[in-house]
C-alpha cells in the first residue's frame, strides 16, 4: 500500500521546537521531490519547504526561512521539517507530500499523507 504518514505534531510553547516525520511506505523517497505544507483553519494551503531528489537542494518560504530545515533519510525511507523557533502564526496542519516534478511547487503531487496537527500556544 502507497502512502505518506506524517508524524511529530503537537502543543509546544512560542519559541519552542518540534520534528516533524513524513515516513513513506510503497514506494522509495529518494526518487520524488518532497515538500511540505501547512494549513490553518481558514486560510489556503501554504508551501512551507521543499527538498529536491535529483541534488538536495532546499527551498523555504520566507516565513520559515531561518527556523526551520527540512532533511531527508534515505535509509529510513523518511523527511523531516525541524521546526525551531516556532511562533504561534505557525500553527495549522503540516502535510508532506511527494511529487516525480521538480519542486518548489503548489499542484502536481502524487502522494499526500494525511496531515499532523501543530500547535503554537502558551
Known amino acids: 500500500q502507497v502512502q505518506l504518514v506524517e508524524s511529530g505534531g503537537g502543543l509546544v510553547q512560542p519559541g519552542g521546537s518540534l520534528r516533524l516525520s513524513c515516513a513513506a511506505s510503497g514506494f522509495t523517497l529518494r526518487y520524488y521531490d518532497i515538500g511540505w505544507f501547512r494549513q490553518a483553519p481558514g486560510k489556503e494551503r501554504e508551501g512551507v519547504s521543499c527538498v529536491r531528489s535529483s541534488d538536495g537542494t532546499t527551498y523555504y518560504a520566507d516565513s520559515v526561512k531561518g527556523r526551520f530545515t527540512i532533511s531527508r533519510d534515505n535509509a529510513k525511507n523518511t523527511v523531516y521539517l525541524q521546526m525551531n523557533s516556532l511562533k504561534p502564526q505557525d500553527t495549522a496542519v503540516y502535510y508532506c507530500?511527494?511529487?516525480?516534478?521538480?519542486?518548489?511547487?503548489?499542484?502536481?503531487?502524487?502522494?499526500w499523507g494525511q496531515g499532523t496537527q501543530v500547535t503554537v500556544s502558551s
Open positions: 507530500a511527494a511529487s516525480h516534478l521538480r519542486c518548489p511547487r503548489p499542484y502536481d503531487y502524487d502522494y
